[in-house]
């Protein structure tokens, strides 16, 4: 029986960054557009993870940080703010029909800070499994094991849902029900049965 679902954050309960939303970044980092995007991903897994502090992590990408660092945090954390109206109210959903929630995410600690005050529905999270406090990153199998003992469940207890094909894999490796998120129709289609729908 199901007892847990646990969700991704970007691409999943926030949307992915719109192009717009990109450019801005790029703009206040001052750097062209051809390769930006490509230079921003490149990176990112080692700075989620920790292995990179803010200002490293930018340098990579090709920015010279001086004077604009929390400017440039301000609007990458931006770009991740807008969330998924239905994927927002099905966690009280979930949770009045005795499921326990989690937030399972690869995440730079500067990104949290700026994101985290914005997310209300936070509270109907009953875990928030971060990357940079593990210093470990999906697809690794730590990141899931945390989680669900947090939870206090086991891998087959539980959904996850993740829009990276490689993060989902890793799931179902350990016996977690897993889900690849391409929109929240086909997560209503595909979603064991038991499960309140979004």
Known sequence: MIEAVILDLGGVIARPPTAAAFDRVRACCGVPVEGFEEAWYRHRLAYDRGDLTAAEYWRLV????????????????????????????WLPALRAAGLRTALLSNMPREQWSGLAPRFAWLEHCDEVTLSFELRAAKPEERMYRHCLERLGVEPQQSVFVDDREENVDAARAIGMHALHFIGVDDLRAHLPEGIPRP
């Not at 090709?62 to 109210?89: N, Q, S, T």
């Open 62 to 89: 090709g920015v010279e940080v001086d004077g604009r660092l929390d400017e440039i945090l301000d609007l990458d954390a931006e770009a991740w703010a807008d969330c998924e109206p239905a994927l927002v109210e």
